[in-house]
């Protein structure tokens, strides 16, 4: 089953007149969608904005793998483990927040910066926080969160191109830029899919597109 999801139906958060814009595919802060609350392990997915100089001040996080693909621009990271680092585009950062952790995002460069932020819900809470960015990720290279038992693939597909969809329980599917289509759906950036029991879908594209593609699994249950 494949359900899509408009870019135009997504939550508008964040704060216009601090330079920062958000929107969000699931239910996330003051905005409650009690039917939609998550999918498989992921329960946030988020595009942010941010003006020159705009950011998002220390706050704190635990039990929550999130994970940041920058597609334009240039965002800061420092967080109370000691990390500070600059995440550019084609690059992924994974802040595992295990048993807490506060971090900083900020736009420090002189462009806007956006990005988009996955949250996943870990199988079991606590543990120590983790930190890492792996620069120019490879096109289609499966990247683990085993903390998550979840696994996302960058896929960029050119014109013609073509991209399997993993055959799994729950597939979530992401397009950052241009236009795929899967199935029979057209989604543009900033649509979405949630697929159940992918079996031999792919995505197509007549020009030059980006996807993110999680395998999630089940939903994680703490024990």
Known sequence: MIEVRRGGERHRGGDADAGIGSLHAFSFGPHFDPDNLRFGALVACNEERLA??????????????????????????????????TVRPGDLARLSSAGGVRHVERNDGPVPLRFVQMWLTPRDPGGEPEYEVVREVADGAPYALPRAGATLRVCRLGADGRAAVPDAARVYVHVVRGEVRLGDALLAAGDAARITDARGLELRAAAEAECLVWETGPEPVYG
């Not at 929550?64 to 990271?77: K, M, N, R, S, Y």
């Open 52 to 85: 020159p100089g705009a950011g998002f001040d220390e706050h704190p996080h635990r039990d929550t793998e999130i994970v940041t693909w920058v597609v334009e621009g240039e965002l800061t990271h420092r967080d109370s483990t000691g990390h500070a680092t």
